[in-house]
């Protein structure tokens, strides 16, 4: 996969993108490589790459939230841990 990167985007072009990545529920990142895809006669890929297919939709509801709490200490710094 490339990347690039585009410098200098006018404001009222970005606003636009904002709008419409908006109302189309999606990044400007995504929207703009649909954008692209289209203008260059491709296919538009959408959705999630099949890459990660196998780990969608794996947990219940109930599981998420076990190992939420499970990781909950995590997310907290112990000042002593750093001396």
């Known amino acids: 996969m490339g990347s690039i990167t585009i410098h200098s ?19 400007k990142n995504q ?5 692209l895809a289209r203008s ?6 959408t ?3 099949d890459e990660y297919r196998e780990f969608c939709g794996l947990w ?3 599981e998420y939230r076990e190992f939420t709490a ?3 200490s995590n997310s907290r ?6 001396h």
């Open 9 to 27: 985007i006018d404001p009222e072009l970005n606003r636009r993108l904002a709008t419409m990545a908006k109302k189309e529920d999606k990044s």
């Open 31 to 35: 929207l703009i490589k649909e954008i």
């Open 40 to 45: 260059a006669g491709l296919p538009v890929q």
């Open 47 to 49: 959705g999630y790459s």
């Open 60 to 62: 219940t509801h109930e």
């Open 70 to 72: 499970s990781q909950e």
């Open 77 to 82: 710094i112990d000042p002593e841990d750093w």
